[in-house]
């Protein structure tokens, strides 16, 4: 018997099935042992001696490992072909050796790019032993990133309030967000004019032909700046004689793009599918895996973690052999194509992702996939077959005009590209923002002499427009061009920017949060080599070249931690003054912009004596008065006073809507630090403060008017009385949104205005569900089953305070934002529930911190009592298992820093 290891429960069960009796197929549901979330477990002082633990999971998969190797012949390593696979494969051989729970049994390390039974069967006969230097990459990468995470995160956390965790390639890629936003910013708009001519032949045919020179002078796209000069230009088009100069036609090809690396399939399927980077991820490790098609488990694709774009020979022939029975002959080149990776380093690149077998079409599988997975195996389907293909052939015709008007020579061009013959194109065509890309229309039969007609001048105004935010696609495809991070791990780093708030994701366009301008800048000012784009790609080469058997993993970490440890310290005498005057100079135009009026920016409208600036509290930066406690005006980091959230508050921060018909008090909408809010009256004496409501999401500020206001203040309102108890039924809006509440027992509405208008009955009917629970969550939505946890119980989804969750047992595991809880697999849960067990986490009550004063106390009571006394309770008293509660504790901040 063999005991064969690879990551997923799914793998397993696939590859069991190909290799039969003889082998026993275990999983170890990915990586199982880390770094501990704590000081330490990197330490540079020890040679970079790393520290690793196996969680309470883990170890249970460990041991049934090590049990299965008791009698057998072989262990098997078939985790996956790239350094994280490499590195699995250590940490289960480290593992075992660690426990001498191998014997006389042999090692070996297979591996396959494809889940298909020829292939696994191949990869058998072909063992090998663990790479070194692949496993010594994965090393530096994990020190690195527990370096930076966990020395520089206590920093910002002691000098920037709000900032939760910085990272060696998230924060280079936050900063990618940031400077896009300040280009937007600084961007000032340029007026220009285009001068188009609707031209006919003498046949009628009619086609536009635009001003490109006047005098002999080139006219470029910006030169016409003025409505002046283009009105100029077109009185003298009216009036002129258009006669053909010269047509040009010359042929040119369209050559199709290599097949998917996992880059460029990130990229391409945001594009063309709408899918985020991580569902793509997932999606595609899905048909990596294995999809049941009629009672047999088959892999549809190859590994999708790749920086190749070449495909093995014989996927090239079956190809070819495909498009030579399914087109004509012209589709089909003479050779097969070859492709080159633009990589420096493909040392983590095998074959590109390709289908395991191109005659099993798309519209084959169809109904065996769920409508993600079969729009991405379409995608990558068409794409590997298109790239075997003949180029497009197209004609690009260009004829100069010239207009002779009254002594004047104005010059225009015509242009047109049409396909001649479609080659690749029949099949696949990328969305591209590359002009060139696109056809153009065909220009009518010209030649040089000929006369044409005038039929309009149109001219037509203009501006220049900023560059536009980066989506999923542009943003991934920047970091790879500079060299930022790897493919494999792009996905994870643009969720960890919106998990932790950094950057927003509004309309496919990624926008910094204040948060993450605030990280930025602080980063920019004090770890600037930490963030500058070439330092950061830099380091990824060495990790190629410590991949490649070129460089010793140590010397790189010693390099690194030199310089690092110096940047570090020179921060811890940093004054929060000094910190908060770097951050007002980046951000002045932001935090700061100009005034309407020409007036100083940061003279505080409310005082008129005070200047503003960046301020910070326990919930983070906002912007204050310097003459504070006398002047309390706060707002907003980026809040200012044009912007929709506050239009319609005066200079001084506040709106009077009226008075209040109940006692005369102005009801009056503010600007504060954690945004518009309606307030009735003004605080008589210092300390008193009068009521307040804040503005709900998604009500307009400027609209809003004094019955609104007054509604607002009016919560909560009684709705009416239960039946039962005799007790008002109250409605209001709470930390969490709208609910409905009978005597501390709360439940959730659907919405803001539902608060106003919820009725008696359906009070009392959500609030008796509530009290009956009946499967639901504490938000009133029914808990969904997913199935059954492969190590028993069932697994649940739910919906939580804090967004939805999926529960086993006493783990609850939020999905994050990028997944889609109305589609969420079972596999996909189990993972977020290893994950969060892996981190720690678990049911109520853990990792609860004890409370100030119990601490004290606790920190108190020995020292009060005599020596002789305080021996006895210290091998006794409860009080000694307390540091394990509070170790706990220590874990969760530390986890997600690195992370």
Same mark, same amino acid.
């Given at each position: 018997?063999?005991?064969?290891?690879?990551?997923?429960p799914?793998?397993?069960?696939?590859?069991?099935?190909?290799?039969?009796?003889?082998?026993e197929?275990?999983?170890?549901?990915g990586?199982?042992?880390d $770094?501990p979330?704590?000081?330490?477990?990197?330490? =540079?002082?020890?040679?970079?001696?790393? $520290?690793?633990?196996?969680d309470?999971?883990?170890q249970k998969?460990l041991?049934?490992?090590a !049990?299965?190797?008791?009698?057998?012949?072989?262990?098997?390593?078939a985790?996956?072909?790239?350094?994280?696979? /490499?590195?699995?494969?250590?940490?289960?051989?480290?593992?075992l @050796?660690e426990?001498k729970?191998?014997?006389?049994?042999?090692?070996?390390?297979?591996?396959?790019?494809?889940?298909?039974?020829q292939?696994v069967?191949?990869?058998?006969?072909?063992p090998? /032993?663990?790479d070194?230097?692949?496993?010594?990459?994965?090393?530096? @990468?994990?020190?690195?990133?527990?370096?930076?995470g966990? *020395?520089?995160s206590?920093?910002?956390?002691?000098?920037?309030?709000g900032?939760?965790?910085?990272?060696?390639?998230?924060?280079?890629?936050?900063?990618?967000?940031?400077?896009?936003?300040?280009e937007?910013?600084?961007?000032?708009s340029?007026?220009?004019?285009?001068?188009?001519?609707?031209?006919?032949?003498?046949?009628?045919?009619?086609f536009?032909?635009?001003?490109?020179?006047?005098?002999?002078?080139?006219?470029?796209?910006?030169?016409?700046?003025?409505?002046?000069?283009?009105?100029?230009f077109?009185?003298? $088009?009216?009036?002129?004689?258009f006669?053909?100069?010269?047509?040009?036609?010359?042929?040119?090809k369209?050559?199709?793009?290599?097949?998917f690396?996992?880059?460029?399939?990130?990229?391409e399927a945001?594009?063309?599918?709408?899918?985020?980077a991580?569902?793509?991820? &997932?999606?595609?490790?899905r048909?990596?895996?294995?999809?049941?098609i009629g009672?047999?488990?088959?892999?549809?694709?190859?590994?999708?973690?790749t920086?190749?774009?070449?495909?093995?020979? /014989?996927?090239?022939?079956?190809?070819?052999?495909?498009?030579?029975?399914?087109?004509?002959?012209?589709?089909?080149?003479g050779?097969?194509?070859?492709?080159?990776?633009?990589?420096k380093?493909?040392?983590?690149?095998?074959?590109?992702?390709?289908?395991t077998?191109?005659? @099993?079409r798309?519209?084959?599988?169809?109904?065996?996939?769920?409508?993600?997975?079969?729009?991405?195996y379409?995608?990558i389907?068409?794409?590997?077959?298109a790239s075997?293909?003949?180029?497009?052939?197209?004609?690009?015709?260009?004829?100069?005009?010239?207009?002779q008007?009254?002594g004047?020579?104005?010059e225009?061009?015509?242009?047109? *590209?049409?396909?001649?013959?479609d080659?690749?194109?029949?099949?696949?065509?990328?969305?591209?923002d590359?002009?060139?890309d696109?056809?153009g229309?065909?220009?009518?039969?010209?030649?040089?002499?000929?006369?044409?007609?005038?039929?309009?001048?149109?001219?037509?105004?203009?501006?220049t427009?900023? =560059?536009?935010?980066?989506?999923?696609?542009?943003?991934? !495809?920047?970091?790879?061009?500079?060299?930022?991070?790897r493919?494999?791990?792009?996905?994870?780093?643009?969720?960890? +920017?919106?998990?932790?708030g950094?950057?927003?994701?509004?309309?496919?366009?990624? *926008? =910094?949060?204040?948060?993450?301008?605030l990280?930025t800048?602080?980063?920019e000012?004090?770890?600037? &080599?930490y963030?500058e784009?070439?330092?950061?790609?830099?380091?990824?080469?060495?990790?190629d070249?410590?991949?490649?058997?070129?460089?010793?993993? !140590?010397?790189?970490?010693r390099?690194?931690?030199?310089?690092?440890?110096?940047?570090?310290?020179?921060?811890?005498?940093l004054?929060t003054?000094?910190?908060?005057?770097?951050?007002?100079?980046?951000?002045?135009?932001?935090?700061?912009?100009? @005034?309407?009026?020409?007036g100083?920016? &940061?003279?505080?409208?409310?005082?008129?004596?005070?200047?503003?600036?960046l301020?910070?509290?326990?919930?983070?930066?906002?912007?204050?008065?310097?003459?504070?406690?006398?002047?309390r005006?706060?707002?907003?980091?980026?809040?200012p006073?044009n912007s929709?959230?506050?239009?319609?508050?005066?200079?001084d921060?506040?709106?009077? +809507?009226?008075?209040?018909?109940?006692?005369?008090?102005?009801?009056?909408?503010?600007d504060?630090?954690?945004?518009?809010?309606?307030?009735?009256g003004?605080?008589?004496?210092?300390?008193?403060? =009068?009521?307040?409501?804040s503005?709900?999401?998604?009500?307009?500020?400027?609209?809003?008017?004094?019955?609104?206001?007054?509604?607002?203040?009016?919560?909560?309102?009684?709705?009416?009385?239960?039946?039962?108890?005799?007790?008002?039924?109250?409605?209001?809006?709470?930390?969490?949104?709208?609910?409905?509440?009978?005597?501390?027992?709360?439940?959730? $509405?659907?919405?803001v205005?539902?608060?106003?208008?919820?009725?008696?009955?359906?009070?009392v009917? +959500?609030?008796?569900?509530?009290?009956?629970?009946?499967?639901?969550?504490?938000?009133?939505?029914?808990?969904?089953? +997913?199935?059954?946890?492969?190590?028993?119980?069932?697994v649940?989804? &739910?919906?939580?305070?804090?967004?939805?969750y999926?529960?086993?047992g006493?783990?609850?595991?939020?999905?994050?934002?990028?997944?889609?809880?109305?589609?969420?697999?079972?596999?996909?849960?189990?993972?977020?529930?290893?994950?969060?067990?892996?981190?720690?986490?678990?049911?109520?009550?853990?990792g609860?911190?004890?409370?100030?004063?119990? !601490?004290a106390?606790?920190?108190?009571?020995?020292?009060?009592e005599?020596?002789?006394?305080?021996?006895?309770?210290a091998?006794?008293?409860p009080?000694?298992?307390?540091?394990?509660?509070?170790k706990?504790?220590?874990?969760?901040?530390?986890?997600?820093?690195a992370?």
């Amino acid at each position: 018997m063999d005991v064969v290891i690879v990551e997923s429960p799914a793998k397993a069960k696939t590859i069991n099935k190909y290799l039969g009796p003889g082998y026993e197929v275990l999983a170890s549901y990915g990586h199982v042992r880390d $770094l501990p979330p704590k000081d330490g477990s990197v330490d =540079p002082d020890s040679d970079f001696h790393m $520290l690793w633990e196996v969680d309470a999971k883990s170890q249970k998969r460990l041991s049934d490992i090590a !049990k299965a190797l008791k009698g057998a012949d072989r262990l098997i390593l078939a985790t996956d072909p790239d350094r994280e696979g /490499e590195a699995i494969s250590w940490h289960v051989l480290e593992f075992l @050796r660690e426990k001498k729970a191998l014997k006389d049994q042999k090692v070996q390390r297979v591996v396959f790019n494809a889940i298909t039974k020829q292939s696994v069967l191949d990869a058998m006969k072909n063992p090998r /032993e663990i790479d070194g230097a692949l496993v010594d990459a994965y090393l530096a @990468r994990r020190a690195l990133d527990y370096l930076v995470g966990f *020395t520089l995160s206590p920093v910002l956390w002691r000098k920037l309030p709000g900032a939760r965790s910085a990272g060696r390639v998230q924060s280079v890629a936050l900063r990618l967000v940031c400077d896009r936003e300040l280009e937007i910013e600084s961007f000032v708009s340029q007026e220009y004019w285009s001068l188009v001519a609707l031209l006919a032949t003498k046949k009628g045919e009619v086609f536009e032909a635009r001003l490109v020179g006047a005098d002999g002078k080139k006219i470029n796209r910006l030169d016409i700046g003025k409505g002046e000069e283009a009105e100029a230009f077109k009185r003298a $088009l009216d009036f002129a004689k258009f006669t053909v100069a010269s047509v040009e036609s010359k042929p040119g090809k369209r050559h199709p793009w290599p097949p998917f690396t996992t880059s460029t399939l990130q990229q391409e399927a945001s594009r063309k599918l709408g899918m985020s980077a991580s569902n793509t991820m &997932r999606t595609a490790q899905r048909l990596y895996e294995g999809v049941d098609i009629g009672g047999e488990t088959v892999g549809l694709i190859t590994y999708m973690r790749t920086d190749g774009v070449q495909i093995a020979p /014989e996927a090239i022939s079956q190809v070819r052999s495909f498009i030579g029975r399914s087109y004509d002959k012209r589709y089909l080149p003479g050779a097969p194509r070859m492709y080159k990776t633009k990589q420096k380093n493909a040392q983590e690149a095998h074959e590109a992702i390709r289908p395991t077998d191109v005659s @099993r079409r798309p519209a084959d599988v169809r109904k065996y996939l769920d409508r993600d997975q079969f729009a991405l195996y379409e995608l990558i389907w068409k794409r590997t077959i298109a790239s075997q293909m003949e180029s497009a052939e197209v004609e690009r015709t260009t004829a100069d005009i010239v207009a002779q008007a009254g002594g004047r020579g104005l010059e225009l061009r015509a242009t047109g *590209t049409v396909t001649t013959f479609d080659g690749f194109l029949t099949l696949y065509q990328e969305d591209t923002d590359d002009p060139s890309d696109e056809d153009g229309s065909r220009l009518p039969q010209l030649a040089a002499h000929d006369d044409l007609d005038r039929r309009e001048i149109k001219a037509t105004q203009h501006f220049t427009e900023p =560059p536009p935010r980066y989506t999923e696609a542009s943003l991934v !495809k920047k970091m790879e061009e500079l060299g930022i991070g790897r493919p494999s791990t792009y996905a994870a780093t643009l969720s960890v +920017l919106q998990d932790r708030g950094y950057v927003t994701l509004d309309k496919k366009r990624f *926008t =910094p949060s204040d948060n993450g301008r605030l990280l930025t800048a602080f980063l920019e000012s004090f770890f600037r &080599r930490y963030v500058e784009y070439d330092f950061t790609a830099g380091l990824e080469e060495k990790l190629d070249l410590i991949s490649d058997h070129e460089l010793n993993w !140590k010397d790189v970490l010693r390099d690194f931690w030199k310089d690092f440890e110096a940047a570090i310290s020179g921060t811890k005498e940093l004054r929060t003054t000094e910190v908060l005057d770097a951050l007002n100079e980046i951000l002045g135009p932001h935090v700061f912009p100009a @005034r309407a009026d020409g007036g100083d920016p &940061r003279q505080c409208q409310v005082c008129g004596t005070g200047r503003l600036s960046l301020k910070t509290g326990k919930f983070g930066a906002f912007i204050g008065c310097s003459n504070y406690p006398e002047c309390r005006y706060t707002r907003q980091l980026s809040v200012p006073a044009n912007s929709d959230a506050t239009a319609g508050v005066g200079g001084d921060g506040v709106r009077v +809507l009226g008075p209040d018909p109940d006692s005369g008090l102005d009801v009056s909408v503010r600007d504060g630090r954690f945004g518009p809010y309606v307030q009735l009256g003004e605080a008589v004496e210092k300390g008193d403060k =009068p009521k307040r409501a804040s503005i709900p999401k998604g009500w307009s500020v400027p609209e809003l008017d004094l019955e609104k206001a007054l509604s607002l203040l009016s919560l909560p309102r009684e709705v009416g009385l239960d039946p039962e108890s005799g007790k008002p039924i109250l409605a209001g809006i709470g930390r969490y949104g709208p609910y409905v509440q009978l005597d501390g027992t709360y439940a959730s $509405l659907t919405g803001v205005d539902e608060v106003f208008e919820v009725g008696l009955n359906r009070a009392v009917t +959500l609030i008796a569900e509530k009290k009956a629970g009946g499967g639901k969550s504490r938000f009133g939505a029914p808990a969904k089953n +997913l199935g059954d946890h492969p190590e028993g119980g069932s697994v649940t989804m &739910r919906a939580g305070r804090f967004g939805p969750y999926v529960s086993h047992g006493k783990i609850n595991a939020t999905i994050p934002r990028s997944m889609d809880s109305e589609t969420i697999t079972l596999d996909e849960a189990v993972a977020l529930i290893t994950a969060k067990a892996a981190s720690g986490g678990g049911g109520k009550g853990r990792g609860k911190a004890p409370s100030k004063s119990k !601490k004290a106390a606790s920190a108190k009571k020995p020292a009060a009592e005599k020596p002789a006394a305080a021996k006895k309770p210290a091998a006794k008293k409860p009080a000694a298992k307390k540091p394990a509660a509070k170790k706990s504790v220590a874990k969760k901040p530390a986890k997600s820093a690195a992370s």
